[in-house]
């Protein structure tokens, strides 16, 4: 026999999309139930994603320094690494954040039902509780949020069941650190992880099936990062596995394509080349709400299904699978609900890599503007020109580069890489939400000398007013 209860908006999954929305829900005075089957909130992104990626990566930034800060006149010496530490030092970090969660719900009213839910109709959730063994709750609403994110994905020729084949959720977990590591995937995640495990101490190889890494990403700015890298990784570019098989001394590895290397045996292997969405996974068969084949749902700029009254975001209706885009979206899908007139209509999603240097980005690449035909100029600073990269050691891998629209002036795209650039990147994303001109950022005083002047020093190579650097 099911618990029944009824909510004016039923918010599935509490990651940064989920929560947002139903807190934002309540807000507005919706009353909101919001479901999750895991014990904590936050989902993918302050569970194991977002969250305790950074804060492992603030651990190999330490590290990193400690190691490379000898010539400017001080000296540390080796340093000691205390593996359940850092793991405990991670684990607080999240658990800080996700508590605190638990508190602005309770603050709100939201009620939080804990447990698996599955679409039973167009009105209807079942809840199988994953915290009271056997009890089941069905939940009808007047309004839907679907929440419900994405996982690593999976690949048929890989033997995930060893446990030393690892998505990110066994990366983070820090539980040691693999003599030999092999990363599949040159994309963020991957990056990310192979940069904490090569401070902890692994060595690793990265095999990438395209010719750079972070595809999409502009070719200039990626060359930084890789330069940068290369003694530190073995890029194995245009290479893709062509088998895993595990065996007692290790995960034996076979390649295919134009640089394959002989086939390596590797102490743990980190599969990370994409995530799915979890459309297929929550009933949405008995709805009339539209998944196409690998999970994803269908919106409308008001974030509303097929079905006008139960909308979906976050990871699960695809773009840029990333944590503020969830957010947003679920703001404004609240607002939908409350009855405002609103839309998700952004000028820029920016997106970071966290790595040594980070790679930032935001608006159009140059790829993207060269497909849309737009007449466009590109200007960047190098930071070897900059005197605070300089004095701080970080001028060799520096970058900031703009995309001008040449017939307009106006600013369409920017893309830092560089130490911190994650932080620098603030000042283009509200340039392009401002419909920032070249003028607008070129006369703008930045303080001096800092890192985010190279934005306006690239703006004012663009206008002219600056013609050589040092
Ligand atoms: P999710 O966070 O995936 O949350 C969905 C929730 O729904 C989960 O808690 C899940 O348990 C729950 N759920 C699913 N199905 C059901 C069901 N049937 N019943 C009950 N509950 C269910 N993004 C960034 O912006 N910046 C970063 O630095 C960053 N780093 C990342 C690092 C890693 C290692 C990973 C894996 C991801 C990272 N991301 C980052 C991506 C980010 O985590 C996601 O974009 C974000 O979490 C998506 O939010 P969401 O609300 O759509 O879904």
Redesign the pocket.
């Known amino acids: 026999d099911a618990n029944e209860i009824k909510a004016d908006v039923v918010v599935?999954?509490?990651?940064?999309?989920?929560y947002s929305a139903a807190f934002r829900c309540a807000d507005l005075g919706l009353d909101t139930v919001l479901?999750?089957?895991?014990p904590t909130l936050?989902?993918?992104?302050l569970?194991?994603?977002?969250i305790p990626?950074?804060a492992l990566l603030h651990v190999a930034k330490v590290i990193d320094e400690a190691k490379h800060i000898e010539h400017a006149g001080i000296k540390f010496s080796k340093p000691e690494i205390d593996l359940p530490s850092v793991a405990a030092y991670k684990s607080g970090i999240v658990k800080k954040l996700t508590d605190g969660l638990t508190s602005m719900a309770k603050m709100r009213k939201v009620k939080v039902v804990q447990?698996?839910?599955?679409f039973i109709d167009d009105k209807n959730i079942f809840?199988e509780h994953t915290d009271v063994e056997g009890k089941q709750t069905k939940v009808s609403f007047d309004s839907c949020i679907i929440?419900?994110?994405?996982?690593?994905s999976k690949m048929s020729f890989i033997p995930h069941e060893d446990p030393r084949i690892w998505d990110?959720?066994n990366a983070?977990e820090v539980k040691e650190v693999p003599k030999k590591l092999l990363v599949m995937g040159g994309g963020?995640?991957g990056l990310?992880?192979a940069t904490v495990y090569q401070r902890l101490g692994s060595q690793i190889d990265v095999v990438i099936r395209g010719p750079q890494v972070m595809t999409g990403t502009d070719k200039d700015i990626v060359k930084v990062y890789t330069k940068a890298n290369e003694k530190n990784f073995n890029f194995m570019f245009k290479t893709q596995t062509q088998s895993i098989i595990p065996k007692k001394e290790g995960i034996y590895v076979e390649f295919k394509g134009e640089n394959a290397p002989e086939p390596q045996t590797y102490d743990a292997v980190l599969v990370a080349m994409g995530?799915t969405p979890?459309g297929l996974?929550?009933g949405l068969e008995n709805t009339g709400v539209e998944v196409d084949e690998k999970g994803f749902i269908k919106v409308d700029n008001q974030l509303k299904t097929k079905v006008p009254h139960i909308h979906a975001?976050?990871?699960?209706i695809g773009g840029p699978?990333?944590?503020?885009?969830?957010v947003h979206e679920?703001h404004v899908a609240a607002e939908v609900i409350a009855g405002h007139k609103v839309f998700f209509e952004p000028k820029q999603i920016p997106g970071?890599a966290?790595t040594f240097p980070e790679i930032a980005t935001a608006g159009m690449s140059e790829i993207e503007a060269k497909e849309a035909g737009i007449n466009y100029e590109v200007s960047s600073f190098p930071w070897s020109a900059s005197g605070r990269a300089l004095a701080a050691d970080v001028a060799s891998s520096g970058l900031t580069k703009l995309i001008f629209d040449k017939d307009t002036d106006q600013l369409i795209g920017g893309a830092i890489v560089g130490d911190n650039a994650g932080e620098l990147l603030g000042e283009i994303s509200l340039a392009l939400e401002m419909d920032c001109d070249a003028e607008d950022i070129a006369l703008t005083i930045h303080a001096h000398p800092t890192l985010h002047e190279s934005v306006g020093m690239a703006a004012e190579i663009f206008e002219g007013t600056i013609t050589d650097l040092p």
Do not use: F, W
């Open positions: 599935l999954g509490a990651g940064p999309g989920g479901i999750e089957r895991h936050g989902g993918v992104c569970n194991v994603g977002c990626s950074k447990g698996n839910a599955k809840v929440a419900a994110g994405s996982q690593s990110s959720t983070l963020i995640i990310e992880m995530r979890n996974k929550i975001i976050g990871d699960i699978m990333l944590a503020h885009k969830a679920g970071i966290y």
